[in-house]
T-cell receptor, first 114, second 116 residues
Framework: GEQVEQLPSILRVQERSSASINCTYE??????FPWYKQEPGENPKLIID?????ERKQIQGLIVLLDKKAKRFSLHITDTQPADSAMYFC?????????????FGEGTKLTVSS | NAGVIQTPRHKVTGKGQEATLWCEPI?????VFWYRQTIVQGLEFLTY????????DSGMPKERFSAQMPNQSHSTLKIQSTQPQDSAVYLC??????????????FGPGTRLTVL
């Protein structure tokens, strides 16, 4: 299968706390895992990605973890701000020897309240 | 860099009419992808091209949908005999390549198609 499951679908946190979103994937050939942020009426924008040769990647307050054995990856947003409120989508692709298409999770609506 | 350009931004068609959506990828990008976004189905892959050649159309409905990339500067998605269930935001994305560190996909603003 190729499905990507994303949880939770709704996440509410207080400002300055952390937020975590988890995704699992089925295709063992998947080797690229981007995360996109989408604000209302806007297009999805890449915020961080990780490839299968890494287990952890951090860009400022964004941390991505990848567990290939468990076929699981996660996004952690530290020190959240109201501006982090948006839809977040995880995705997976198997570009090496396969297709570069992105299979998306169902999305997480994150609300950060002040 | 203007980013991925999609036209029109909004399109309203009557049931049974044809709709053609246009995408201009970022200059120099060799891979072009089409996705569809709805509240119910989320973000779904439709098809993609590399260097204008069709590579994977596994997400395309077999009837009524077709995509082309006649040159490196634009791709079209055509929907014949549109149905209300085709209503969605159609997103085009492009990437430098479709492997390795060139795989980052940049999305256009989308075309919101409404079929009455």
């Amino acid at each position: 299968g190729e499905q990507v499951e994303q949880l939770p679908s709704i996440l509410r946190v207080q400002e300055r706390s952390s937020a975590s979103i988890n995704c699992t994937y089925e295709n063992s050939a998947s080797n690229y895992f981007p995360w996109y942020k989408q604000e209302p009426g806007e297009n999805p924008k890449l915020i961080i990605d990780i490839r299968s040769n890494m287990e952890r990647k951090q860009i400022q307050g964004l941390i991505v973890l990848l567990d290939k054995k468990a076929k699981r990856f996660s996004l952690h947003i530290t020190d959240t701000q109201p501006a982090d409120s948006a839809m977040y989508f995880c995705a997976a692709s198997a570009y090496q020897g396969g297709s570069a298409k992105l299979i998306f999770g169902e999305g997480t609506k994150l609300t950060v309240s002040s | 860099n203007a980013g991925v350009i999609q036209t029109p931004r909004h399109k309203v068609t009557g049931k049974g009419q044809e709709a053609t959506l246009w995408c201009e990828p970022i200059s120099g990008h060799s891979a072009v992808f089409w996705y569809r976004q709805t509240i119910v189905q989320g973000l779904e892959f439709l098809t993609y091209f590399r260097n204008q050649a069709p590579i994977d159309d596994s997400g395309m409905p077999k009837e009524r949908f077709s995509a082309q990339m006649p040159n490196q500067s634009h791709s079209t998605l055509k929907i014949q005999s549109t149905q209300p269930q085709d209503s969605a935001v159609y997103l085009c994305a492009s990437s430098l390549g479709d492997w390795g560190y060139y795989a980052e996909q940049f999305f256009g603003p989308g075309t919101r198609l409404t079929v009455l």
